[in-house]
C-alpha cells in the first residue's frame, strides 16, 4: 500500500515537472526578441515631434578621368619586340613601355656614325690643301683659279660634315624611338598592340595611353537652377568656387571615397540641348583608388532647417499614403496621413505635412494598433530600460517576471 502510494506520488511530481518545462519552452519559445516580450499589454513607446535640422545630400552622375591621359604613339615603324610593362602598372617619366625592333635603325646610325667620320677626315685634308695653297698663291705661284678652287673645297668639305651630322644626329633620334617612353608619371592602359604587331606614327589606335592620377578629375553636371542656388552669393567665379562646399564621392560599388573634393571648374555655357551646367570637381587620390574612366557619384551635402522628422518604423504605408498614430488628449490614439519628402536618410522621414511641432506619435508597434485604440504611453527610453529588465530576467531565469 505504502509503496503504491510512493508510486503515485512520484508520477504527480514527474507530471508536474514536465508540465512546468512545456510552459517554460513555449514562453520562450514565443519571446524571441524585443516585440515578443510584453512591455504591458496596452504600453507603446510615444515621442513628441519638434522641429530639428536634418543633414540631407544631393547625387549627380559623375566621370572620372585623370588630370592628363596621353596618349603613347611610336615615332618610328617597325615590329614590336618587347613589352616593357604590365597593363595597369604604374610608370615614371621616362620608364620604358615598349621596344620596337632597332635593326634597321642600328644600321643607318652605324652608316651615319661612319659618314660622319669620313666627313671630318675629309675635311682635315680639305683644309690641310687649302692653307698650303693659300701660301703658294700669296708667293704667286698658283693663279687665283687654283687657289680659290681650294677655298669653295674647304667650303663643300665643311659643309658636308654638317649634313653627316645632321644625318647621325636624325638616326641616333630613330633609334632612340625605338624605346617607347613614359611621358609622365602615371599608370598604363591597355595593350591593343602585342609583340610582333606592326606598328607606325599613323596607326589609328595608339599603343596605350598613360594616366596621371596623383589628383583626378571629377565630371559632372547640374541645372542651372541648382547652379543658381549655389552661386546667388555673387562675387567673382574665383570666390563663388572657394565658397561652394566640399563634396563627397561615391564610388561604382556604392562606398564613399575617403577623400573629399573641391569644384575648381564651372563652365561657362550652359547646354541648351539639356539646360544642364559642365563642372569639375578634383579628388586627391593618394591610394591610386580612382582610376581615369570611371564612373561615380558626387554627392552635395547640406542641411535642411526647421523639418520634423519622424521614425520610418512609425509610420505604415497604405495605398501608396503614409499614416502615423498620434496620441490624443484622452490616450486614445488617431489614425492619421502624413506627407513626406521624396528625401529620406533610410531611418527617418521629412515630414511636411501632417504633423506640428508637439504632437506625439507612436514610434514602435504601430501595426498591432487601431483608430481610437486606447493606450498607455511610455518614453521610448522608459521601454528600453523595461526591455533590457526583461532580458537580464530572462537570463538570470526568472520566468515569471520576464515576461509580465
Same mark, same amino acid.
Not at 119 to 136: I, P, R, W, Y
Not at 161 to 173: D, I, M, P, T, V
Not at 290 to 314: C, E, H, K, W
Not at 362 to 378: M, R
Given at each position: ?9 512520484? !508520477?504527480?511530481?514527474?507530471?508536474? !515537472?514536465? #508540465?512546468?518545462?512545456?510552459? +517554460? ?6 519571446? %524571441? %526578441? ?7 499589454? @496596452? ?14 545630400? +544631393? ?30 602598372? +604604374? ?24 659618314? *660622319?667620320?669620313?666627313? &671630318? ?10 692653307? /698650303? ?56 592602359? +591597355? ?9 607606325? =606614327? ?29 552661386? !546667388?552669393? %555673387? ?33 561657362? *555655357?550652359? @547646354? ?26 558626387? *554627392?552635395?551635402?547640406?542641411?535642411? /532647417?526647421?523639418?520634423?522628422?519622424? =521614425? ?21 490614439? &488617431? ?8 528625401? /529620406? @536618410? ?11 511641432? %508637439? ?14 485604440? &486606447?493606450?498607455? =504611453?511610455?518614453? =521610448?527610453?522608459?521601454?528600453? #530600460? ?8 530572462? &537570463? ?9
Amino acid at each position: 500500500m505504502n509503496i503504491s502510494m510512493s508510486t503515485k506520488r512520484n !508520477r504527480s511530481l514527474s507530471s508536474s !515537472r514536465v #508540465a512546468f518545462y512545456a510552459l +517554460t519552452l513555449s514562453v520562450l519559445t514565443a519571446c %524571441g %526578441g524585443q516585440g515578443g516580450m510584453k512591455m504591458g499589454d @496596452d504600453q507603446f513607446a510615444v515621442q513628441a515631434v519638434a522641429f530639428t535640422s536634418s543633414n540631407q545630400s +544631393t547625387q549627380y552622375p559623375a566621370t572620372i578621368k585623370g588630370l592628363q591621359d596621353i596618349e603613347i604613339r611610336p615615332q618610328v615603324s617597325g615590329f614590336i619586340v618587347k613589352l616593357c610593362v604590365d597593363e595597369g602598372a +604604374t610608370v615614371h617619366k621616362g620608364q620604358a613601355l615598349f621596344q620596337i625592333d632597332p635593326t634597321q635603325y642600328k644600321a643607318a646610325y652605324d652608316q651615319a656614325k661612319a659618314s *660622319v667620320a669620313s666627313a &671630318k677626315a675629309n675635311l682635315e685634308t680639305v683644309t690641310s690643301t687649302e692653307a /698650303n695653297k693659300k701660301m703658294l698663291h700669296e708667293q704667286k705661284i698658283i693663279s687665283d683659279f687654283e687657289y680659290q678652287t681650294a677655298v669653295n673645297n674647304l667650303l663643300s668639305a665643311k659643309a658636308s660634315l654638317a649634313q653627316a651630322e645632321a644625318a647621325y644626329a636624325a638616326a641616333k633620334q630613330n633609334l632612340g624611338f625605338c624605346t617607347v617612353t613614359s611621358p609622365s608619371d602615371g599608370v598604363i592602359g +591597355t595593350f591593343p598592340y602585342r609583340v610582333g604587331a606592326l606598328v607606325s =606614327p599613323s596607326v589609328a589606335e595608339p599603343l596605350t595611353t598613360v594616366s596621371q592620377i596623383g589628383d583626378m578629375y571629377v565630371y559632372f553636371s547640374m541645372t542651372e537652377k541648382q547652379l543658381l542656388d549655389l552661386t !546667388r552669393a %555673387g562675387g567673382t567665379l574665383k570666390e563663388q568656387l572657394e565658397k561652394m562646399p566640399a563634396v563627397k564621392l561615391q564610388l561604382a560599388d556604392g562606398t564613399m571615397y575617403s577623400e573629399e573634393g573641391k569644384i575648381d571648374a564651372v563652365s561657362g *555655357v550652359i @547646354d541648351q540641348s539639356t539646360g544642364s551646367v559642365s563642372m569639375r570637381a578634383i579628388f586627391q587620390n593618394k591610394q591610386n583608388v580612382l582610376r581615369s574612366g570611371g564612373m561615380a557619384n558626387v *554627392v552635395f551635402p547640406y542641411t535642411m /532647417n526647421d523639418v520634423i522628422l519622424i =521614425p520610418q518604423s512609425a509610420t505604415q504605408e497604405i495605398q501608396d499614403k503614409k499614416f502615423v498614430y498620434v496620441l490624443q488628449s484622452d490616450n486614445t490614439i &488617431k489614425h492619421t496621413e502624413v506627407q513626406i519628402s521624396n528625401l /529620406n @536618410d533610410g531611418k527617418n522621414y521629412i515630414v511636411t505635412g501632417g504633423l506640428k511641432p %508637439g504632437d506625439k506619435i507612436v514610434v514602435e508597434g504601430v501595426q498591432t494598433l487601431s483608430d481610437g485604440q &486606447k493606450i498607455t =504611453p511610455i518614453t =521610448p527610453a522608459e521601454k528600453e #530600460a523595461k526591455y533590457q529588465k526583461a532580458l537580464q530576467d530572462q &537570463k538570470e531565469g526568472n520566468i515569471q517576471t520576464a515576461f509580465n
